[in-house]
């Protein structure tokens, strides 16, 4: 089958840097540079640039969104005020998630950020609920975004934004410059370290990029391999892997994204009752104790006996071992439990770790 | 990362292996291509010492972060020695695809299997062609 696959404003750059570029949900994006190992590390240490546009931004404005929003998401989103973002879930009418986003708080409007392969399903969804009078509005198309992370994010911005925006916190967002081009810069990411998110319009994006990559200080180009890679070593989930329309947010360990003391968001009473009661799966992290790579669909296994499946697995750059997003047993999900993991037939020790993997934050260097 | 090049000292498979014939022993190994193909190789599965090799069949595993590979043999017979320095740095596979990063030795059952592979002027067309 032959489709159009999508090009983001940044695809010459891309490929001037040297990438390989794959096709991912509809798009030929760069899936590594100089090579995942380096790039994730890079992150981890310094700083990397990533070309997320092919991320979502769905506008909803106009009197009642917030009223709207807190009747179809999952958080709570009286809690955040213009300025700030929040992590929430849009379920289906059972308490299936539709996707996972966030929702930024501005002045005048809501901005929802959504996985590129959900895009439609999340604005059908979106705009079918809305009230009269509540306006939804696609502008995925005309906004490309950067994601800058890493502990040397601010040193790798400093030199390009107006005002300077090293203010925010974790999970803050402001307008800014950065070279002359008007973004949206957030304290938000996927790699669990410091940094920023920047939304600017697509034609200006390669404005962005090129400021930010010839910085003294600037970051590495960085692709999705290492996206990957360093989320999982946070477990943070992945729509289509961790997350999807057969289970609600609660086996993934979301309840705290979920306000299920108030909310009355579709399938709010099954969220409650699995919280209550416990869900017979939960999502862990694994480790390999030896040698091998665990990769998604792998069985696990406690004393012979299927307890769960591998959804997400790697080897780990940071640790040099391997490691997984499992859903397991809720016997079998507390850290320490040693389980083995069947690849392609063979079996690996692993044991049940505690989240994230690695000592880092988003939020290392606030000032609170 | 290791520039393109296909030596005319070695005999290569469809698959993308190459093999070098020394005395009645040869030596296996993945092609530019393949380690370019695959991306970083972080682990190599091996084969056991003596353990037989297929003409065409899989005798191990490369993986990078993203993806895994089988290696595929590209002539018979017993697997004689395993580059235990593969294993531990699995990334000479993309920095030196013919030298350092050889994967196994093996003494052929039958040497004449080779002639069914090709030169590397044919694998180089052949690779040409792929892309078509």
């Given at each position: 089958m032959i489709t159009d696959l999508k090009r983001t404003s940044l695809y010459d750059r891309h490929a001037a840097a040297g990438a390989k570029i794959v096709p991912f949900a509809g798009w030929e994006m760069p899936v590594e540079y100089a090579g995942v190992r380096a790039e994730h590390l890079a992150v981890r240490a310094r700083s990397g640039l990533f070309d997320v546009s092919h991320m979502g931004q769905i506008e909803v404005m106009g009197p009642g969104s917030r009223e709207f929003l807190q009747s179809v998401?999952?958080?709570?989103?009286?809690r955040i005020g213009p300025g700030q973002a929040q992590y929430t879930l849009l379920p289906d009418?059972?308490?299936?998630?539709?996707d996972d986003l966030l929702a930024y708080a501005l002045l005048d409007r809501f901005l929802l950020v959504v996985n590129a392969s959900n895009i439609a399903p999340c604005f059908e969804r979106i705009s079918g609920l809305a009230p009269a009078g509540v306006d939804v509005v696609d502008r995925s198309p005309e906004v490309a975004m950067l994601a800058l992370q890493g502990p040397a994010w601010a040193l790798a911005l400093s030199p390009f934004?107006?005002?300077?925006?090293?203010?925010l916190q974790y999970m803050e967002a402001t307008e800014a410059r950065v070279s002359g081009v008007p973004c949206l810069v957030a304290?938000?990411?996927?790699?669990?370290?410091p940094g920023v998110e920047i939304m600017c319009p697509a034609d200006d994006a390669s404005t962005v990029w090129d400021a930010l990559m010839r910085g003294p200080d600037g970051p590495v180009p960085t692709g999705l391999a290492a996206r990957d890679t360093l989320r999982l070593e946070m477990g943070y989930p992945l729509y289509g892997n961790e997350l999807g329309?057969?289970?609600?947010?609660i086996a993934a360990g979301l309840h705290w994204a979920?306000?299920?003391?108030n909310g009355g968001f579709p399938g709010a009473e099954r969220m409650r009752s699995e919280r209550e009661q416990g869900t017979p799966e939960k999502l862990v992290a694994l480790l390999f104790t030896e040698k091998g790579i665990p990769r998604g669909g792998c069985p696990v296994l406690a004393n012979g006996e299927v307890v769960g499946t591998v959804t997400s697995g790697t080897l780990?750059?940071?640790?040099g071992v391997g490691a997984a997003l499992a859903y397991v047993s809720s016997d079998h999900a507390e850290p320490g439990t040693a389980l083995t993991v069947d690849v392609r037939g063979k079996q690996k020790a692993a044991e049940v770790t505690a989240l994230p993997l690695v000592d880092t934050s988003p939020r290392k260097g606030d000032p609170r | 990362m290791s520039d393109e090049t296909y030596p005319d000292d070695l005999r290569y498979h469809p698959e993308h292996d190459w093999v070098r014939l020394d005395g009645d022993e040869a030596v296996f190994g993945v092609t530019w291509f393949a380690q370019d193909a695959l991306g970083?190789?972080?682990?190599f599965d091996p084969p056991e010492v003596g353990a037989t090799t297929t003409a065409g069949a899989s005798y191990g595993e490369l993986e990078s972060v993203k993806a895994v590979s089988d290696i595929i043999a590209p002539a018979g017979g017993e697997v004689v020695a395993v580059n235990a320095a593969v294993s531990d740095s699995p990334e000479l596979v993309n920095g030196d695809p013919y030298g350092a990063g050889w994967l196994v030795k093996v003494r052929l059952s039958?040497?004449?299997?080779?002639?069914?592979l090709m030169d590397a002027a044919a694998y180089r067309a052949y690779l040409a062609g792929l892309g078509d």
């Open positions: 998401l999952t958080n709570d989103i009286t009418d059972e308490g299936g998630v539709i934004a107006s005002p300077e925006p090293f203010a304290r938000t990411g996927y790699t669990g370290e329309r057969d289970r609600s947010p979920c306000d299920l003391r780990s750059p940071s640790l | 970083e190789v972080v682990y039958d040497p004449s299997q080779l002639d069914a």
